[in-house]
């Protein structure tokens, strides 16, 4: 019986306790607002910044014409001839002397567009509807093509974005991929590129031009 009293005498002392409403120590952090600090510089430097220190290639195109040289360059210089374009969304951003390879396994590198880009974490925001699920894992280097009017402060703002960009329904797949793919950190050797591309690059082309 001195069990039962006992458990009987805790309960009556936390329905006490629950009938009495006491103020949070830290009424900050129960509201909506964000942890972090606002981002001090303007969303694309920001994006630029996170990308590259996470191991991505970030190049700033200020338009179509230019996009297009600074591909053909990059293909000259790394010697690629199979390239995968994500289509027909991307026919204007192709250079004329490429054209889409449909067997990603033959393929160099892939190049695919992104629903958006999250300059906190350096982020981009891949669908199904970019290139596929395969497009930007399976070649050994991902080129994604992005607009500055793309990229989004944060996370919370991507997902919103994503909403009323899709209001009857979500893409079947939806990815945050963050630079090249990598392991752990296992005996303090990081590999890179054992479960996705190698290389990351993002061209991000103005839109207030």
Avoid at 56 to 80: D, M, P
Avoid at 85 to 103: A, L, Q, S
């Amino acid at each position: 019986m001195s069990g039962l009293k006992a458990k009987q005498n805790t309960l009556k002392k936390i329905r006490e306790a629950l009938s009495h409403s006491v103020p949070l120590p830290f009424p900050q952090s129960e509201g909506g607002q964000s942890p972090f600090e606002g981002i001090i510089d303007d969303e694309d430097i920001s994006f630029a910044k996170q990308f590259s220190v996470l191991g991505g290639k970030f190049a700033f195109c200020s338009n179509i014409i230019e996009l297009k040289a600074e591909l053909v360059k990059l293909f000259t210089t790394r010697n690629w001839k199979n390239v995968f374009f994500e289509t027909p969304g991307m026919n204007h951003t192709i250079p004329t002397d490429y054209h889409h390879y449909e067997d990603l396994a033959s393929c160099e590198a892939a190049v695919t567009s992104c629903e958006c880009l999250v300059a906190r974490t350096g982020s981009m925001v891949l669908s199904s509807l970019n290139g596929g699920r395969a497009a930007s894992a399976y070649c050994p280097v991902h080129i994604c093509i992005a607009f500055s009017n793309q990229v989004m402060p944060d996370i919370k703002d991507a997902f919103s974005y994503l909403k009323s960009k899709y209001p009857s329904g979500l893409p079947s797949f939806i990815t945050f991929a963050s630079g090249p793919s990598r392991t752990a950190d296992i005996e303090k050797t990081l590999v890179t590129g054992v479960h996705g591309p190698k290389e990351v690059f993002c061209f991000l082309v103005d839109t207030d031009q």
